[in-house]
T-cell receptor, first 112, second 112 residues
Framework: KAGVTQTPRYLIKTRGQQVTLSCSPI?????VSWYQQTPGQGLQFLFE???????NKGNFPGRFSGRQFSNSRSEMNVSTLELGDSALYLC???????????FGEGSRLTVL | GESVGLHLPTLSVQEGDNSIINCAYS??????FIWYKQESGKGPQFIID?????DKRQGQRVTVLLNKTVKHLSLQIAATQPGDSAVYFC???????????FGKGTTLSVSS
């Protein structure tokens, strides 16, 4: 069974641009969560989607948004990029609304 | 806000030693705790979890201990191997279906 797949793995953007990151969960998993990882703040929760509905949202500005499609694939978008948005963005999936989270390898975003 | 933290940012051990990684949490309402391992360039990998109605849980070479009285969580790794070198995070969950709150991580270095 394939794991959580995130694309792209690496990307470089400049301030003011926007970016879209994609996540394909493990087959059969309906919940997808997104986390931001930085050296200073560690792993911070962005949002969680379950059956196409956002169920939880972390304390991030409105520039960060996401969505989930009917096949459980998810995307997150960051608009008007700032230097501080440089981070590893991790996606995680799980089968139901609770249980073990399986993480992807992340998308490393660098904002110049 | 309430968060989970680790006592030491780094831990260095010799191959074959037993390692103990500690974590303090502040949210007494948390009822589910997880340890993750993150190797360089990869996403966090589930190691072991424990619910608040348990004090101890054992896995393969790993044991998690939970002391709810002092809000302390620890991960014990027996016969530490070089492949155990990674960053270890504890995480807590206040209730089923809510977001995980991660500690900042302990970097375990194993020398042979």
């Amino acid at each position: 069974k394939a794991g959580v797949t995130q694309t792209p793995r690496y990307l470089i953007k400049t301030r003011g641009q926007q970016v879209t990151l994609s996540c394909s969960p493990i087959s059969g998993h309906r919940s997808v969560s997104w986390y931001q990882q930085t050296p200073g703040q560690g792993l911070q929760f962005l949002f969680e989607y379950f059956s196409e509905t956002q169920r939880n949202k972390g304390n991030f500005p409105g520039r960060f948004s996401g969505r989930q499609f009917s096949n459980s694939r998810s995307e997150m978008n960051v608009s008007t990029l700032e230097l501080g948005d440089s981070a590893l963005y991790l996606c995680a999936s799980r089968q139901g609304s609770t249980g073990e989270l399986f993480f992807g390898e992340g998308s490393r975003l660098t904002v110049l | 806000g309430e968060s989970v933290g680790l006592h030491l940012p780094t831990l260095s051990v010799q191959e074959g030693d037993n390692s103990i990684i500690n974590c303090a949490y502040s949210n007494s309402a948390s009822d589910y705790f997880i340890w993750y391992k993150q190797e360089s360039g990869k996403g966090p990998q589930f190691i072991i979890d424990i619910r608040s109605n348990m004090d101890k849980r054992q896995g393969q070479r790993v044991t998690v201990l939970l002391n709810k009285t002092v809000k302390h969580l620890s991960l014990q790794i027996a016969a530490t191997q070089p492949g155990d070198s990674a960053v270890y995070f504890c995480a807590e969950n206040e209730q089923a279906g809510t977001a995980l709150i991660f500690g900042k991580g302990t970097t375990l270095s194993v020398s042979s």
